[in-house]
Every structure is written in C-alpha cells, then in structure tokens.
C-alpha cells in the first residue's frame, strides 16, 4: 500500500492519472457521461473531475484488493479503470507541462479505482477557499466498470 499526496491546480475542473507511456488523446475522453459522474477514463488514462478550477488537494492511495467505501463519509463517487504499462504514472492539472509534473510508481498492470470527493458542500463560490478534498483508491483488478456509485448534487 502507499499514499501519495499532491496539491494540484485543477484547470478546466480536472487533473490526471497518466501512465508515462500513455498515447492517448485526452481531448477525446470527457462526454456527457463521463462529465456527469466526474470521472473519465482512456486505457492508459483517468480524469477526475472537480467541483473548482483551483489549486485543490488530491491523494491517490494504492491499495492491495477492493477497499470497503463508507459512502457517508464522501458526498461523491465513481469507479473506473486503467491500465498502467510503464509502472510510472504522471499526475497532473490539465493544463500542467507534462514533463513537468509529479511521478509515482506502481506495479504495472490493470487497475480498478474509485474516485472520491468530500467536503463540496463547504464550496461557497469558485474562488473562496473550501474544504473539498479528491482522492483515488486504486488496486489491481480485471474489473472493468465506469460508473457512477454516490451523485452530489450541487445546491443552488
């Protein structure tokens, strides 16, 4: 198991989860689905959606199986999946230089994730601080679903 935490700034409300060898094209992931439950995925690749286009905190956590979600404790979830062939995956802002950005290492192979966010309920506007937090939990897995398991629902 590890942890890994980042401050990232989430441009156009997403930041990445890429395999270093990835080729593909993230222009071509996000459509109505995937923006509905903030989470698209290509197969070297996973966007999570944010609640701000702002500097937020993101965790990634590699686990060894299918963790336990208590869905009261997060406001919403999805579930996903990639693959990662290089063992070394980029993590950045969308609009972050990508040779730049942050690299982590972990086991090659295919993986299932949940992507998960809390405190979105303390978002007043774009700008003003908050206590939204992002994280994903992923393991190795053959699974292949991309749903949508908890819905926010943003109150006006």
Not at 69 to 75: P, Q, S, T, V
Not at 96 to 124: Q, R
């Amino acid at each position: 198991m590890s942890i890994h935490k980042f401050q990232l700034f989430a441009d156009y409300h997403q930041v990445y989860i890429m395999d270093e060898k990835s080729d593909d094209d993230t222009g071509e992931i996000w459509n109505e689905f995937s923006s509905d439950i903030h989470l698209a995925i290509a197969k070297n690749t996973v966007a999570v959606g944010t609640y701000r286009n702002v500097t937020i905190p993101f965790e990634i956590e590699v686990v060894n199986e299918e963790p336990l979600i208590n869905l009261d404790a997060w406001d919403h979830i999805s579930q996903g999946y990639f693959s990662v062939i290089s063992g070394k995956c980029s993590i950045f802002g969308c609009t972050e230089y990508v040779p730049d950005a942050d690299i982590i290492s972990i086991p090659i192979g295919d993986y299932s994730i949940y992507s998960l966010a809390k405190g979105l309920n303390t978002i007043k506007t774009e700008w003003e601080d908050a206590e939204d937090y992002y994280k994903v939990i992923m393991w190795l897995s053959s699974k292949k679903q991309h749903q949508l398991i908890k819905k926010y629902d943003i109150k006006t």
